[in-house]
């Protein structure tokens, strides 16, 4: 764990000492490639050196992503933190190490966070989307990533976290491709009970437009329930109400 602590205090490019620090904690039996054993070995190091980082962190009372940042080297230096995910992130993409370590790893952290620093891992995570959604990445971590995720969106509040729940919806939808198995509704399965209520009479004393107001709130019923649409007649009722709504939203 001394090389790693080491390492994450060090100045200068990643590259020129990720590898090495690597080797000298496992000896491996390859000179660039863990295997699984030396993978699980250093996995867990990792883990219990970014408790031990957290927790100095919370008795510091410094803010994780910043705990243990320099001053004195301005701007572009990096708190311990987010120092040890680039290393583990930059081993994981060169698959010196298993691809899926820093996905754990980020998971951990968002777990062992209060909600005010999880928006600030977050955002190291946004930082990083195009590095971990590369395939040998994305493969390895995708089902960690959204557990991660949809535990974030659990911890929140629907009411009082919204921008921070969107980032995340967001993120989600820009990380998992389209036909991504997770995202896609295979079995066909509606929550039909999700009924939204509106107004069937044009209220008294209220001057709106209740021709669009019902057409358009109409359209809930098919959302609700797609396989309506399977019909001709609810079809043609359904797109005919779409276009309107679309037409007079626009124009």
């Not at 803010?63 to 572009?76: F, R, T």
Request: with cysteine; glycine share 4%; hydrophobic share 40%.
């Amino acid at each position: 764990m001394a090389e790693f602590r080491r390492a994450i205090l060090q100045s200068g490019p990643i590259e020129s000492f990720a590898l090495q620090t690597v080797q000298e904690f496992i000896e491996p039996q390859k000179q660039t490639k863990l295997v699984q054993d030396e993978n699980q070995l250093l996995e867990n190091m990792l883990r219990t050196l970014l408790q031990e980082l957290v927790s100095s962190s919370a008795q510091s009372t410094e803010e994780i992503m910043l705990y243990g940042k320099s001053i004195d080297e301005g701007e572009d230096s990096q708190g311990q933190i987010p120092r040890l995910l680039d290393v583990v992130l930059y081993l994981c993409e060169r698959e010196h190490v298993e691809g899926g370590m820093i996905f754990q790893l980020l998971e951990d952290l968002t777990e062992m966070s209060t909600m005010r620093n999880c928006k600030d891992i977050f955002g190291y995570i946004e930082s990083k989307q195009d590095i971990l959604g590369k395939q040998e990445l994305f493969a390895r971590g995708k089902l960690v990533m959204l557990r991660t995720c949809n535990q974030l969106l659990r911890r929140l509040s629907k009411a009082n976290d919204v921008v921070f729940c969107g980032r995340i919806l967001m993120f989600l939808a820009h990380f998992f491709p389209l036909s991504e198995r997770s995202a896609v509704n295979i079995k066909g399965v509606f929550n039909t009970s999700n009924e939204t209520k509106y107004e069937k009479e044009p209220p008294a004393a209220i001057s709106l437009d209740f021709n669009f107001y019902k057409t358009m709130w109409s359209l809930q019923e098919y959302f609700c329930d797609p396989s309506l649409t399977l019909s001709p007649i609810k079809w043609q009722k359904f797109s005919s109400s779409l276009m309107v709504t679309i037409y007079l939203c626009i124009k």
